[in-house]
């Protein structure tokens, strides 16, 4: 099964930072993502008695010693076989060990040398890597097991320039030889950072301690040389610079940055099975990322993939498709679901994926209404626009039309029709999360905020509640990110949900805001209590408590 995608030439794809890589790799069943989820010290890679369960190579931070790194949690490889995603998993554990520094061959203590890990040592002879290969055995629960350790000498991973012994793990239990396989991967690293760190401290004090003018090193003779520099007049400063002698472009230019570092935004691509999000995913990386096929529930686990345009980087999520909580039961599909939902949360960015031939389902309404209320910038794209049948040059306006009337609550979305089956399109969704990032940070001044909300409401006064007037004292901007804007009020009751509405309509028709839910929180204004009563002045109790009245008042939030 093929997949086409399209190659954006301002796109590059990498691993967030410039970290030794670990690959690890095996045949079905062997313990590969419960060992990695060992390595990370949670459960972040899915794992069940099922073999098969990782399809697609996914990338985990992790450290040992000092050093850090990337593990990466690879499929099950059966040699020879063209059944279901194995020739595409085959593809994935090939791209895994091009860019790995190490690799980790781990197989299974229980069943002995197998006639597949005798294959695949053979393909990574054949492979010349040229690349440390670690033997794991796995699944060495206890001493007794020890002996069948030995076996897997047969597999003949050992070179001149790297030498190769089985070392025994219990990935489950986490006891045996866990730490004996962590610095054996860590050796073929360089320094460990805690290392660098002190060479570099070292190499600092030594350019101090070197310093001519250093407080430590200052002599007579450096006095004299300040005495005579002081005794040079001003005037014949001036007189070198006009004769072409004083040049001060000749030194490095310094220039003073004063700006925040922003954090990369994180951009999940959600939304139900098969919609296209992988197709999308691997349009954007320009590559085979991860695994498409017609197969709902193709993708498992959560892919993080880092995309660079225009000098601008992007984390994009690729997850597994979401569908009712009521069809899906407590197994492989639970836990990706879960890390959908987990990936919904940490995005900075949601883009929700629409079919354009089936149309707005149920599931897609429960997904907006779930990225809404997350608070977090929202983009929809409808892929499989070039299998629209019948369609013109009104069609899409059309249909953009029809989307938006059936998905009310987030109206202020950007919709994108695309096909990354063809490429269509698909080079606007980063500018438009760049432009959705913006509007969700930016910050507005209370002056404008203000001048907005008094034209909305003399423009149009909100009805009357039990004989009140509603009145907006002051609005000010709390927070980004969502925008969060406090209004401060004489009746808050006063305000009703269709006021509400029209008030946030009023932000977003004077100010941009496309993409980004908005967040209006209701504040009554405190009043302050009088201290003069007629009973204070005379020193009754009645002074006490109204001190006390007012000051449990001022305090409020």
């Excluded at 193709?298 to 601008?312: C, F, G, H, K, P």
């Excluded at 507005?444 to 907006?472: D, G, M």
Aim: proline content about 6%; aromatic content about 6%.
């Amino acid at each position: 099964m093929t997949t086409a995608t399209h190659t954006p030439k301002s796109h590059s794809s990498l691993l967030p930072t410039a970290k030794p890589v670990v690959a690890i790799i095996g045949r079905p069943n062997v313990g590969k993502s419960t060992f990695v989820n060992r390595l990370v010290g949670n459960r972040r890679a899915i794992v069940d008695d099922q073999p098969g369960v990782t399809r697609d190579r996914a990338y985990y931070e992790t450290d040992w010693c000092g050093h850090d790194f990337w593990v990466v949690d690879t499929g099950g490889l059966i040699p020879d076989s063209e059944e279901s995603f194995d020739p595409l998993i085959r593809g994935q554990v090939q791209y895994a060990l091009h860019e790995a520094d190490v690799v980790v061959f781990l197989v299974d203590g229980r069943d002995g040398v197998m006639p597949a890990d005798l294959i695949i040592a053979q393909d990574l002879r054949k492979l010349a890597l040229n690349k440390p290969v670690v033997l794991g055995v796995n699944k060495i629960d206890s001493p007794e097991m020890l002996a069948n350790v030995y076996e897997f000498c047969s597999l003949g991973l050992s070179s001149k320039d790297h030498p190769c012994e089985p070392v025994a793990v219990s990935a489950q239990h986490g006891f045996g030889g866990v730490g004996n396989l962590l610095d054996e991967i860590v050796s073929h690293f360089g320094k460990p950072k805690y290392v660098l760190q002190q060479e570099a401290e070292a190499a600092a004090q030594l350019l101090a301690d070197e310093a001519p003018f250093a407080p430590s090193n200052f002599s007579e003779e450096n006095e004299d040389s300040l005495d005579i520099l002081d005794d040079l007049d001003s005037d014949d400063w001036d007189e070198d610079e006009e004769d072409g002698d004083y040049d001060d472009t000749d030194g490095p230019e310094v220039i003073e940055v004063m700006s925040e570092a922003r954090p990369i935004p994180k951009v999940a691509l959600v939304g139900r099975p098969n919609v296209g999000k992988s197709s999308i995913f691997n349009a954007l990386v320009g590559h085979p990322r991860v695994i498409v096929s017609d197969i709902p529930g193709t993708t498992r686990d959560t892919i993080l993939t880092r995309l660079v345009q225009d000098d601008v980087a992007y984390d994009m999520l690729d997850t597994a498709g979401i569908r009712r909580k009521g069809k899906v039961d407590y197994g492989i599909e639970w836990f990706s679901v879960d890390r959908s939902l987990d990936a919904m949360e940490q995005a900075d960015v949601t883009v929700l994926v629409l079919d354009a031939v089936d149309g707005v389902t149920d599931q897609d309404k429960t997904l907006a209404d779930l990225a809404n209320r997350k608070g977090r910038g929202l983009i929809v794209v409808v892929n499989k626009w070039d299998q629209v049948p019948d369609k013109n040059t009104k069609s899409l306006a059309e249909m953009e039309k029809t989307f938006r009337q059936q998905l009310p609550h987030i109206g202020y979305a950007p919709f994108l029709f695309v096909s990354a089956l063809k490429g269509q399109r698909v080079n606007l969704l980063l500018p438009t999360v760049q432009r959705v990032m913006t509007n969700t940070r930016r910050r507005i001044s209370t002056s404008v905020i203000n001048q907005v909300f008094r034209e909305a409401l003399s423009y149009n006064p909100p009805p009357p509640f039990k004989n009140k007037v509603l009145n907006i004292l002051y609005a000010t901007q709390a927070a980004v990110a969502p925008p969060t804007f406090v209004l401060f009020v004489n009746h808050p009751k006063c305000l009703k949900p269709d006021y509400r509405r029209y008030l946030e309509r009023k932000l977003r028709d004077n100010i941009e805001m496309e993409g980004c839910p908005l967040r209006l929180l209701v504040r009554e204004r405190q009043k302050t209590l009088k201290l003069t009563d007629t009973k204070s002045r005379k020193g009754g109790k009645a002074s006490a408590k109204l001190k006390a009245k007012s000051t449990a008042a001022l305090k409020q939030p």
